[in-house]
DNA sequence: TAAAGTACTTTGAAATTCAAAGTTAATGTG
DNA sequence: CACATTAACTTTGAATTTCAAAGTACTTTA
């Protein structure tokens, strides 16, 4: 019987990947500058973890100004949602193992 | 406000360690074979992943022979459970977060 | 014209992880 | 006794991942 750990996802092994996504699950559009502040990383990290996740369609982009401003927005594919759903249905099991 | 991701501990971000925590905690003492068999990784990994563990003091060694052949087993110390107790909820809270 | 902000990209280094092979000590087999 | 085998590693060197730091393109503001 295989355990729960190979039913994880390498594309959400990263802390800040899985911050990334555990924000957009529950929001709608968030721009580069939130997610930056929210989980304290460099501009540079960041925009490399977000383009590991676009490079798998879990997420998506959109480029706009606001007030004059450059602003760049994400939000999960469903794709992102479903793999991600998925990942946390075998976290969910390993917590509730781990607990007893 | 800071996201749960920095409550995350470093020592439990491989998939390989969580699943050896995780067994280590409903079980006492389990052996060296019965944990790569588990988690089907090979025994040169295995052994550097609870290496790495038990260099924080996460969890414990014992050493006999049974049948006559040698038989290694780990526990997690208590060190080691309360620690990985801590990653747990801050998982569990990005868990509850994720889905709403 | 110069400075600043946004959202990157690039670079090169550091850290992590890996497979594969080698090791040690004890036991089993002929 | 010689030799193979098993358990549990350790070592090595390479691949992969992650990182900080610096550089860049475009636009706006002073």
């Not at 911050?19 to 304290?40: A, R």
């Amino acid at each position: 019987m295989k355990h729960i750990i190979t039913q994880l996802n390498q594309a959400f092994d990263h802390r800040i990947r899985l911050g990334i996504m555990s924000i957009l699950m529950v929001n709608d559009w968030v721009d580069f500058n939130t997610l930056k502040e929210t989980l304290d990383v460099t501009d540079g990290r960041l925009a490399s973890h977000i383009k590991a996740l676009e490079k798998d369609d879990y997420l998506e982009v959109r480029k706009r100004f606001v007030k004059r401003k450059p602003n760049t927005s994400y939000r999960a594919t469903s794709a992102g949602r479903n793999a991600f759903k998925d990942h946390l249905n075998a976290l969910e099991q390993l917590l509730n193992n781990a607990k007893e």
